[in-house]
Structures are given as C-alpha cells and as structure tokens.
C-alpha cells in the first residue's frame, strides 16, 4: 500500500499481507491518501481508486466519480513521480 501524507513529506511504502482486513494509522494532523496495490514476485497488479483522510473527518469513502478519480489519480502520480525520484 502506498501512503502519501498530504503535506508534502516522502511516500510511504506499507507491505501488508495478503491476508489484511485492515489497516490503522495515526494522522498527525495532516491529510493521507491510500492507494492499494497488488504485488506478486516483484510485479505490480491492478490497485483501488485512491482513498484520502483528513483529520476531524470520521467517515471517508473510496467512492470517487469518475473525474474525481483523475484528479486524485493525477495528483498521485505526481506525487509518485517526485518520490521515486529522491
């Protein structure tokens, strides 16, 4: 799983296992997103839309439109972009 903290710090890479129902992580304050992804022998699969989390907010829905998903896909892979960079 990918974790991108909303403030502009580093990505963070969560191996989970395949077996995992859910995942908990404390915000500090600052926004995430959380794209899902499946790996296999180092190969990339297919991912969920991109869920976000905000402080103060107890409910977040992965239940994008259509352009919403582009927008966040879009912001995301900039975000991918700078960080495999670094």
Do not use: W
């Not at 077996?19 to 997103?33: D, E, I, K, N, S």
């Not at 402080?55 to 829905?61: D, I, K, L, Q, R």
């Amino acid at each position: 799983m990918l974790v991108l903290p909303l403030d502009g710090s580093a990505a963070i890479l969560v191996s989970l296992p395949g077996t995992a129902r859910t995942y908990t992580r404390p915000l500090g304050g600052v926004g995430h997103c959380f794209l899902l992804s499946t790996a296999k022998a180092g190969f990339a699969g297919g991912n969920t839309d991109p869920v976000c989390a905000s402080p103060g907010h107890s409910t977040v829905s992965g239940s994008l439109g259509a352009s919403q998903t582009l927008q966040a896909l879009d912001g995301l892979a900039g975000r991918l972009r700078g960080a495999l960079a670094e």
